[in-house]
């Protein structure tokens, strides 16, 4: 199980936050979606994650990563990797 933290923006459409949960169901891969606030000034949680108050940040398999185009290269290359069934 995956925790993305994002944005409180209600559609998987207008932001980064979006691109990496929709990645996330593409994949098949479960997740806990926190939306944190608005304002950097009100994530602890984030920072205490990752050390910045940026979101997407997602935790997979104990592994933090920052960024949406970092998580989705990261998806992609899980993809690649995995065994064909």
């Given amino acids: 199980m995956a925790t993305l933290y994002r944005c409180s ?20 891969i479960r997740f806990d979606s926190v939306a944190v606030g608005q304002r950097r000034s009100r994530r ?15 935790v997979l398999e104990g592994e933090v990563i920052c ?3 970092r ?7 899980r993809r690649s990797v995995a065994p064909s069934e």
């Fill in 9 to 28: 923006t209600p559609t998987d459409w207008l932001c980064p936050c979006g691109r990496v949960a929709r990645a996330l169901r593409r994949d098949g």
């Fill in 71 to 77: 998580i989705v290269e990261h998806l992609e290359y």
């Fill in 44 to 58: 602890p949680e984030v920072e205490a994650l990752s050390g910045q108050r940026r979101v997407p940040v997602l």
């Fill in 67 to 69: 960024d949406s185009r």
